[in-house]
């Protein structure tokens, strides 16, 4: 059984223009529309993402994407019930429930949950985002820290240097928290579950290093979406 604190977040709603999620939060006289910081970090992908797709084909990128979306979508729904210590779990594809089976012994050293899937938003940073869970991980050094944990799905593991953008996205929801509700995160982890039959865990404790790199992608953003909105 996991333990959960009784730590209140206010429902954000959500809504998408050009492309982009915006969180609708209102302020003290306001409402305002903050980017998601998935939708920051897809804008500083873009070039990326458009080359990938021309190199393997527009129906193979489509399937590949829809693939990944599915799976990933489906097994956070199981890690969700699971830490909510559901009795039942959603049907979902064989895929799905194995990748979320073989997570389970890294699940389980996840405790003291503050929140999962829940809405954030930073008025300093002028983003938002719904973080996976924060709660206290067990890890390498064997001690309970609270964490900013994020589940990602994959064919087969994939090379520290390759996931700068997770670590990112963990330092987005890190500065919200501390902007809501005062908490200080010890560490970033990611838990991800892969379809080889591995399940790799990467901790972070440089949590400056993402902070800086958050700022120069949300300055990039802005700069971009200023530029576009100057040709119009």
């Not at 129906?59 to 599915?70: D, P, S, Y």
């Not at 924060?134 to 820290?145: C, D, L």
């Amino acid at each position: 059984m996991f333990n959960h604190q009784d730590v209140p977040f206010v429902p954000i709603e959500r809504e998408s223009i050009d492309g982009v999620r915006y969180y609708k939060v209102f302020g003290t006289e306001e409402l305002v529309r903050m980017p998601s910081i998935t939708s920051v970090i897809s804008w500083r992908n873009k070039d990326k993402f458009k080359a990938w797709r021309k190199k393997v084909g527009e129906q193979e990128a489509n399937n590949i994407t829809r693939k990944a979306t599915h799976r990933g979508t489906d097994a956070h729904t199981l890690i969700e019930e699971y830490l909510n210590n559901s009795d039942t779990f959603s049907d979902v594809l064989p895929l799905s429930q194995f990748l979320f089976k073989q997570a389970k012994p890294d699940l389980d050293k996840i405790d003291n949950i503050l929140c999962q899937e829940t809405a954030l938003y930073s008025t300093e940073l002028g983003i938002a985002g719904s973080v996976d869970c924060i709660a206290e991980h067990t890890g390498e050094n064997g001690e309970p820290e609270l964490a900013i944990i994020d589940f990602k799905t994959s064919v087969k593991p994939k090379k520290r240097e390759w996931i700068e953008d997770y670590f990112v996205q963990c330092a987005a929801y890190a500065c919200m928290l501390y902007e809501m509700k005062g908490l200080i995160v010890k560490k970033f982890v990611i838990i991800m579950t892969c379809e080889n039959g591995e399940v790799e865990v990467y901790e972070e404790y440089d949590k400056s290093k993402y902070i800086k790199l958050l700022i120069q992608y949300i300055h990039e953003f802005v700069e971009s979406k200023l530029r576009e909105y100057a040709k119009s």
